[in-house]
């Protein structure tokens, strides 16, 4: 039972148990978070009351940190997300997150108790959302709400509001928003546009729920070359689908919106239950797997990182670890890199060679060839063998809008 903090030990007590529940990452409306946030109201009252001035401010500790360790913006990124993110952490204008101080107190070693400052303004007001930044006639258009709506426009609060509440509620879906990601592109990608697809991710999971309970520690190296084998099927797309579900992984198929440039992401709002979205930006097999082992990577070595959301531009070459990390990962789940080495198809440009080591891999060769044509920089090449437009139709469900 939870109690009001009398003395030093109790209080000693109470911010080691904040920092046992903060590394469970709890999420929003929880038992965990209710504990959490009450232990946090008692700390600050035991502080406020024994220590008036004692912490300092969460920011000034966070600029503090960096310039004792010659930190620049950039390299916040991995722990509260996307440089944009972090201005406006660092200006005050977006407040902190459970998963960013996480992220923080683990990498950077700033106290919780100083961090845990900022919690009570965690969650975004809904009276500063701007309803009208959504994309809202591509939520209308793609039937993402029901009804028949009418002057879109000027009902874009309503609209949005139907939305998310088929993530349970209004307040759920913008705390998701205000978590720590990470994106990888090279253009500035439209945030409402991506916030709405990736809850739009969320609801298709929650409607059609894996077919188990997922294992961390599940997806390693071996766990993803047996899923590439899939892909020698024509239905490959289907199969790995399947497969996943039965692993407790829901893989989102969902047609990208405007201005977001996305090819796919790994979702980890809540750690025991990773979600997987891809866009087929490309409808490409080689590109369909690639995605999705890259995915499945952030999975395997980022799920305890902190960072909830990652969201990719494929054909942005990785400038930060965690992207070098997944390419990595993803290569040499679909490629081991002595099988390519030692053949014919790192050196030559045939599809008798491609063909050869995709047999000997038992992999689809349009895998190998997009290898090829990536390291040899020429896209021209091999252009039959990549697999046009066979993955979109593998899924007939999705409202592909180009």
Not at 239 to 248: F, M, R, T
Request: glycine share 4%; charged share 30%; with cysteine.
């Amino acid at each position: 039972m939870i109690k009001v903090i009398k003395n030093r030990d109790e209080y000693h007590d109470a911010l080691e148990r904040i920092e046992i529940l903060m590394e469970h990452d709890p999420g929003e409306g929880t038992e965990v978070a209710d504990e959490l946030e009450l232990l946090t109201l008692l700390v600050k009252q035991y502080e406020a009351k024994e220590h008036p001035t004692s912490l300092p401010d969460p920011i000034d500790a966070i600029k503090f940190r960096m310039e004792q360790q010659n930190l620049a913006h950039r390299d916040l990124v991995p722990f509260i997300g996307s440089r944009s993110k972090v201005s406006e952490v660092l200006s005050g204008k977006r407040p902190l997150t459970l998963s960013m101080m996480r992220a923080l107190h683990a990498n950077l070693g700033i106290p919780a108790k100083v961090l845990l400052q900022e919690r009570d303004q965690s969650l975004l007001d809904e009276n500063e959302i701007d309803w009208n930044s959504f994309p809202i006639q591509e939520i209308v258009s793609r039937g993402w709400v029901p009804g028949d709506w009418k002057n879109v426009r000027d009902n874009a609060e309503e609209i949005m509001r139907d939305f998310l509440s088929q993530m349970g509620t209004v307040k759920g879906a913008v705390a998701m928003f205000r978590k720590s990601d990470h994106i990888r592109s090279a253009r500035k990608m439209d945030e409402y546009a991506l916030d709405t697809w990736s809850a739009r991710i969320v609801i298709k999971s929650r409607q059609n729920p894996p077919q188990t309970n997922f294992k961390k520690g599940s997806v390693d190296l071996n766990f993803m070359r047996g899923l590439a084998k899939l892909s020698w099927s024509d239905s490959g797309p289907l199969l790995a689908q399947e497969y996943l579900s039965k692993h407790g992984i829901p893989l989102v198929i969902e047609h990208h919106l405007p201005r977001t440039y996305l090819d796919g992401a790994a979702i980890l709002v809540e750690t025991d239950r990773p979600i997987i979205g891809l866009t087929v930006r490309h409808d490409r097999i080689d590109n369909f797997w690639y995605c999705l082992m890259h995915e499945l990577a952030h999975i395997a070595l980022h799920i305890d990182t902190g960072i909830v959301s990652f969201f990719d531009d494929l054909d942005v070459e990785a400038s930060e670890k965690f992207e070098r990390e997944a390419d990595e990962l993803a290569g040499e789940a679909l490629i081991p890199g002595d099988a390519w080495k030692s053949s014919a198809a790192s050196r030559l440009r045939t599809a008798q060679a491609a063909e050869k080591l995709a047999r000997s891999l038992q992999i689809h060769p349009a895998i190998v060839a997009g290898r090829m044509r990536h390291e040899s920089n020429s896209f021209r090449i091999l252009s039959q063998l990549i697999g046009h437009r066979q993955v979109r139709c593998c899924f007939k469900d999705v409202k592909w809008s180009d």
